[in-house]
């Protein structure tokens, strides 16, 4: 019945030859700047041609008997991408094998044949053989086999067939249920979804399936359909589903995103749909865009990028509102619970409605749309999508002066709190907000080319008025605080504001705050709110930079930044801005070591301030570490020390260490120091899986194991391929040594295997007592020095800077880098080698860079003085970070005397 072919070599040559002929067409009418839907048609029509005569040539391996048979008892149908002719050249293709009431044992196997073939000529299948009952019922359950055939169109095979299918799938899965097919589309595309709609696009985004990409415009297809029979733009645009503006803005977006997949998958010669750094740099150079002092040629490649994506994603959401059908309980709800407000408003149960008749004089100005929003914020809900699709549609061009009302209503909306985030997104969606505030405008889809930014400006700014909202339930510091502060408007507004200068050239903070000064005086505030916003905006960073790169427990350090600031109020604020700023970075960037510093340096300030804090003085904290440790001790064993014995250890304590370790850490600790001899090197290793990491905590207390100690510790994470995320040195008065290390593991997902802790425990004790050298572990795991790390892609200056004011005792070298295995222990080397003790040394990712910060004194112990000195420490760390970036670790020469820590 069916013969293989004898030829099939040459035949399986022929066959890629066509599909290379597809695809080099395709790159041919690329680099000749042909549109790129006009690209995905010839590519769909090639592999149309190219399916319906494999088809034939398939059946024509079958008797003649057979070969007129397949024809009737089954078809081909082109469903998904390959249906809808939006193919990129190296897309799957997506086919439905349809057959009768029963496959027949013909159809079977030549779909068996069929698909053999197209897998041998390397084509990326995807498939399914199914009757029409069955492909009816599985629709109904599952919307990934639904959506699909709403595209399905007839390649080969038996038509009359085919014409059942589409008619039993409009009436039994669209037409008769039309509101359970649209839920299982949205909630089908919905995962991940905020409650407000869909999140940020990723900075790396996926073409087809991140908010903003293609699967938005295959959403507004699906549901066009189910609503309105018609799915292409131009249909819904006559069934007045969608604006002229929209669709012209859809078009635009199709046609540059479908452009773009095209070039990813030229340029990759695969189905590559993910936007990387590496291609988001190959297209801004090949696309020509210039750049300029203030933004890099692939941040306005990515601007552009993000303003189609974000209108996109803006119109889908808006349609989906619009075309969703309401279901009979939420009707009857917005009957029950709903009510009038201000004559023109009804206020229902998760949205603000305005009757035709009002419509018209709610759009008449900014003042009246204002109102609107004031309203709805004050009740919780937000405009209904005819209320805000007609605000936007009537916006004026400008507005030179906002009046005293309008102003009036729009600060009364930044005084409320969790309703202030939904409501500021519509405001920014419908873009009145940047009537308001016109410097809005300038942050809209503003890239930052780093590793460290997972946002766009916009969308960082966003997420931190939500973040700072929520602090309304929060039952921690950060939640007292912001109870505490009366004028939430001037905090809210500097959360707003605080960004609003990126992008501009120059330090963001310092035209930051002009700009609020500009934005302060347009909406009528007073002088002295003016200024809080301004000093907020203006200091934004540095409360978090001193918190996280500082000694906290320095007193210069504490009162040079309190006079700063110079009042309780704008203290708060600052505090509760700045943990909604780093929270709002991206997830995971907020943590438990970042709150416990920045709440304790808040702390310290308020003191200054105010003359009150909500613990005790330092001592008087102190004092109650030590009882708290006491009491934890004596609960674990009765005969442990005495309470003298536990004073007398923590006396020799640095007050950073007993104000900022937890008391059960102390009693963790001593417990070790008790038992230790003078000889040994414990290691407690402990899981942390909240943040997936590792903490190694390495307590000795033997003088000749703290020799270059530090940096050797360093080294064995290196070369046990361990990511150090964060690094702490604490030495006692008596001598102890007290070292932890906040590390991933990254070859492991999960937490490492008992063998492998115990390996990285047993080298640490190895090299600190002499017996492993680094070096020879580095040559043993050869894994560092061997290749020339990469180019960093943010491109900023890597540089060691120099403080010796902010401490009477130590020197501060603050070092700028770009994180890579191995930086630390280079940089630690390089100190001991330069003869230098580092008595603190606070590790973070911090903002854009990596931040590695050493308190350091001479081997005497004094501040290091002399600017021939200090000069001379920071060009060997700078030469040190030059030469780790180009693969040659410099190596210093050590001088004789202590060696340094």
């Known amino acids: 019945m069916f013969e293989p072919l004898k ?100 159809f079977r196997e030549f779909v068996g044949a069929f698909v053999q073939n197209c897998w041998d000529s390397k084509i990326q299948l995807g498939h399914a053989t199914r009757d029409v009952a069955t492909c009816v019922t599985l629709a109904r359950q599952d919307p990934q086999i639904a959506t699909p055939l709403v595209e399905a169109r007839l390649l080969w095979g038996n038509e009359s067939l085919y014409n059942r299918l589409i008619a039993q799938f409009k009436q039994r899965v669209l037409f008769s249920r039309r509101r359970k097919f649209i839920e299982d589309c949205l909630e089908a595309r919905e995962v991940g979804w905020s409650e407000y709609g869909p999140p940020a696009q990723e900075l790396e985004p996926d073409i087809k399936s991140s908010s903003g990409g293609l699967r938005d415009l295959h959403l507004i297809r699906w549901i ?52 990387t750094k590496d291609e988001q740099l190959r297209i801004a150079r090949e696309r020509g865009f210039p750049g300029n002092e203030r933004q890099r040629p692939v941040e306005e490649f990515m601007q552009e990028y993000f303003h189609h994506s974000s209108e996109l994603a803006n119109i889908t959401r808006r349609f989906v509102a619009m075309e969703r059908p309401r279901s009979m309980a939420e009707r009857t709800r917005d009957v029950v619970v709903g009510h009038r407000a201000e004559g023109m408003f009804y206020v229902g149960a998760d949205r603000i409605e305005v009757a035709d008749r009002y419509l018209k004089r709610v759009c008449k100005d900014v003042e009246s749309m204002l109102k609107l929003y004031r309203a709805a914020a004050l009740y ?51 873009r009145l907000l940047d009537l308001v505030i016109p410097q809005t405008t ?105 918190a996280f790169r500082r000694d906290i427990t320095d007193l210069d350090q504490v009162v040079s930044f309190a006079q700063k600031i110079g009042s309780p109020d704008v203290l708060r604020m600052l505090y509760v801005l700045t943990v909604a700023d780093v929270t709002a970075v991206g997830p995971g960037t907020w943590t438990s070591w970042k709150a416990n510093l920045l709440t304790e340096f808040f702390d310290r ?41 536990i004073s007398r250890q923590l006396s020799g304590f640095s007050a950073y260490y007993l104000t900022c370790t937890p008391p059960k850490q102390i009693a963790d600790d001593l417990e070790v120091i008790q038992r230790l001899g003078k000889k040994n090197v414990e290691v407690i290793a402990s899981w942390n899986p909240e943040i997936s990491s590792m903490e190694y905590r390495v307590i000795t207390g033997n003088p000749n194991y703290q020799s270059g100690c530090f940096h050797k510790m360093t080294g064995v994470m290196t070369a046990k391929r361990l990511s150090i995320l964060s690094a702490d040195i604490n030495t006692t008065a008596d001598g102890f040594v007290i070292d932890s290390f906040r590390v991933v593991d990254p070859d492991y997902t999960g937490e490492p295997p008992l063998s492998r802790i ?86 973070s990712t911090h903002f854009d860079q990596v931040i590695d910060v050493f308190y350091v004194q001479e081997l005497d112990g004094t501040r290091v003085r002399g600017g021939e000195r200090l000069e001379q420490i920071r060009l060997g760390l700078q030469q040190a970070l030059d030469d780790f970036d180009t693969g040659g670790h410099r190596r210093f020469t050590p001088n004789s005397g202590f060696a340094s820590r």
Not at 100 to 106: I, R, S
Not at 469 to 494: C, M, N, Q, W
Not at 608 to 632: C, D, M, N, P
Request: charged share 30%; net charge negative.
């Open 758 to 843: 115990q390996d990285v425990a047993n080298t640490l004790r190895s090299v600190l007592s002499g017996d492993t050298s680094v070096e020879q572990l580095f040559v043993k795991n050869s894994r560092f020095g061997d290749a020339v790390p990469e180019a960093p892609i943010s491109e900023l200056p890597q540089r060691v800077q120099i403080d010796n004011d902010s401490s009477d005792t130590r020197t501060i070298f603050d070092v700028f880098a770009t994180d890579r295995p191995g930086l630390l222990y280079t940089l630690t080397k390089a100190l001991h080698d330069l003869d230098v003790s580092i008595d603190m040394a606070k590790i």
């Open 605 to 645: 300030c308020l003191v200054k301030l105010s003359g009150k804090r909500y613990g005790f003085h330092e001592q008087q904290r102190i004092e109650e570490t030590k009882q708290s440790v006491a009491k934890i001790l004596e609960q674990r064993d009765e005969d442990f020390c005495s309470i003298q014995w």
């Open 224 to 275: 066009g359909y189910a609503r309105y029979g018609v799915k292409d733009i131009d249909s819904l645009k006559l069934k007045g589903a969608l604006t002229k503006e929209d669709a012209r803005k859809l078009k635009q977006a199709w046609e540059f995103l479908t452009k773009l997949r095209i070039d990813l998958h030229l340029s990759s010669q695969g189905a590559h749909d993910r936007l």
């Open 442 to 546: 300038h942050i809209r889809n503003l890239l930052q080319f780093n590793h460290y930014h997972h946002f766009t400006v916009d969308e960082h700014t966003l997420r931190a008025v939500e973040a700072v909202t929520s602090f309304e339930d929060d039952e921690g510091p950060v939640g007292a605080v912001y109870d505490e502060i009366r004028h939430k408007e001037v905090l809210h507004l500097a959360v707003f504001l605080h960004d609003i200068g990126k992008g501009m050239g120059g330090d963001h903070s310092e035209i930051g705050a002009e700009i609020a000064g500009e934005v302060g005086r347009r909406l009528l505030l007073p002088k002295h709110q003016i200024e809080q916003i301004q000093l907020l905006v203006k200091l934004h960073l540095e409360m978090a930079d001193i």
């Open 7 to 106: 030829d099939l070599k040459h035949v399986l040559t022929e066959r890629k030859t066509r599909i290379a002929a597809i695809r080099e067409k395709a790159k041919t009418l690329f680099e000749n700047g042909v549109p790129g839907i006009q690209i995905a048609s010839v590519i769909s029509d090639g592999f149309d041609e190219f399916l319906c005569r494999l088809a034939e040539e398939t059946s024509a391996q079958f008797s003649e008997e057979c070969r007129e048979k397949i024809p009737e008892q089954g078809a081909i149908v082109a469903i998904g991408g390959t249906g809808r002719g939006e193919m990129a050249p190296y897309s799957d293709v997506d086919l439905l094998f349809l057959s009768g009431w029963t496959v027949t044992p013909e």
């Open 380 to 430: 919780g809900v937000l405009p209904s999508p005819k209320v805000a699709e007609a605000i936007k549609e009537n916006l004026p061009e400008s507005l030179p002066e906002i009046s005293a009302n309008a102003s009036k209503a729009f600060l009364e909306i930044f005084r409320c709190t969790s309703a202030l985030g939904p409501i500021l997104r519509s405001l920014f969606e419908t």
